[in-house]
Antibody
Framework: EVQLVESGGGLVQPGGSLRLSCAASGFTFSTYSMNWVRQAPGKGLEWVSYISSSSSTIYYAASVKGRFTISRDNAKNSLYLQMNSLRDEDTAVYYC????????????????WGQGSLVTVSS | IQLTQSPSSLSASVGDRVTITCRASQGISSYLAWYQQKPGKAPKLLIYAASTLQSGVPSRFSGSGSGTDFTVTISSLQPEDFATYYCQQLNSYPLTFGQGTKVEIK
């Protein structure tokens, strides 16, 4: 069974930093691209960042570019999101999400999501 | 690429046929997915590639469209289908979601 478990969320002051982790199990993590998606309280979904299986390709949303860094450790089956210079508007539940596949090819979806980790930015 | 869902919310009864629309600001071929989200839970993939049903999703869900106009239809609404539905374009980065459609009990 595919499992994605986020951790590392919490309360942080504006301007502070936080590192989220996503522990993956039940699949060959090193062969899948991964994403972070966030959801502010009572709001919709916002894609945050993408990392390819080998970390060779990375993308960010404009709202976090230059402040957030996505990374992964395939030996530890883990995905990370380093968040710096946090702002009030970064308050959200952060989900890690796996790319969907048909065979070896991306099927243009996110087929498995973690339960989310709440990040609250407030003084 | 902006995605606009309509309606933003709707009220329907069990057994009703429900259709939600997602319009893209530019052509995205068939690179569109639909998700269902219930309060306090992670989104769940329903449909990918605009019309392919994800494994395990009931056949009362169906998707259609290509280019800029897409729909998801629930043929006979069930109690467990009351939730918020999101479309997502995966044609190009940054990936984007529609604003969501909340399906409520009438």
């Amino acid at each position: 069974e595919v499992q994605l478990v986020e951790s590392g969320g919490g309360l942080v002051q504006p301007g502070g930093s936080l590192r989220l982790s996503c522990a993956a199990s039940g699949f060959t993590f090193s062969t899948y691209s991964m994403n972070w998606v966030r959801q502010a309280p009572g709001k919709g979904l916002e894609w945050v960042s993408y990392i390819s299986s080998s970390s060779s390709t990375i993308y960010y949303a404009a709202s976090v570019k230059g402040r957030f860094t996505i990374s992964r450790d395939n030996a530890k089956n883990s995905l990370y999101l380093q968040m710096n210079s946090l702002r009030d508007e970064d308050t959200a539940v952060y989900y890690c999400a796996r790319e969907g596949r048909e065979g070896y090819n991306w099927n243009y979806s996110f087929d498995n999501w973690g339960q989310g980790s709440l990040v609250t930015v407030s003084s | 690429i902006q995605l606009t869902q309509s309606p933003s919310s709707l009220s329907a009864s069990v057994g009703d046929r429900v259709t939600i629309t997602c319009r893209a600001s530019q052509g995205i071929s068939s690179y569109l997915a639909w998700y269902q989200q219930k309060p306090g839970k992670a989104p769940k993939l329903l449909i990918y590639a605009a019309s392919t049903l994800q494994s395990g999703v009931p056949s009362r869900f169906s998707g259609s469209g290509s280019g800029t106009d897409f729909t998801v239809t629930i043929s006979s609404l069930q109690p467990e289908d009351f939730a918020t539905y999101y479309c997502q374009q995966l044609n190009s980065y940054p990936l984007t979601f529609g604003q969501g459609t909340k399906v409520e009990i009438k």
